[in-house]
């Protein structure tokens, strides 16, 4: 994680770069629980100037996350691009785009923000593709499906009638 902290002070005026790879120890680090592993390369660019720096970190490579099906272990692909400007302020502070960092403590941690933008990359349903999931899984979710949709169309009918009222007008127009 130390490679993603950078003393903005101390670097020289005009266009910087570093480069790292994160691996399972940096998602672990992080301390989330919805990336179990990774293997992603990070680029990051910074352009100082007098008053501002911008910096732009590009995160491409792949993470391990739990299928919501089956829980098995998937593989995801992420390319992540964002952009930063970060300015020196008597006070550290962070907007959605803007960083102010401090001359007496300069150093800007892109960690976290590398590892959160890695997140809301991914889509909110992770599954694997068709006739991937763990078979065992699937056969017991739709065993267990199938019994408490019975069970519970059962209990409608028994505790509230006003719903026999509703499949008859739903059978009189389909």
Not at 43 to 69: L, M, Q, W, Y
Not at 107 to 126: A, T
Request: hydrophobic share 35%; net charge negative.
């Amino acid at each position: 994680m130390d490679n993603l902290k950078l003393d903005i002070k101390a670097l020289p005026e005009g266009d910087s770069a570093v480069a790292t790879s994160l691996g399972s120890d940096f998602f672990a680090a992080a301390g989330g629980s919805e990336i179990t592993q990774g293997d992603v390369h990070v680029d990051v660019s910074i352009r100082k100037t007098d008053h501002f720096s911008d910096v732009v970190f590009h995160a491409v490579g792949t993470v391990e996350i739990p299928c919501d099906r089956c829980l098995d272990p998937m593989e995801h692909s992420v390319d992540v691009t964002q952009h930063l400007t970060v300015k020196f302020g008597c006070e550290y502070s962070e907007t959605d785009d803007l960083i102010t960092v401090t001359d007496d403590n300069p150093v800007l941690d892109l960690s976290w923000l590398v590892y959160e933008g890695i997140i809301l990359s991914l889509p909110v349903k992770h599954v694997h593709a068709p006739g991937k999931c763990n078979r065992a899984m699937i056969q017991l979710l739709s065993e267990y499906s199938a019994t408490r949709s019975d069970d519970a169309a059962g209990q409608q009918q028994e505790t509230d009638p006003r719903w026999n009222a509703l499949e008859e007008l739903k059978k009189r127009f389909h």
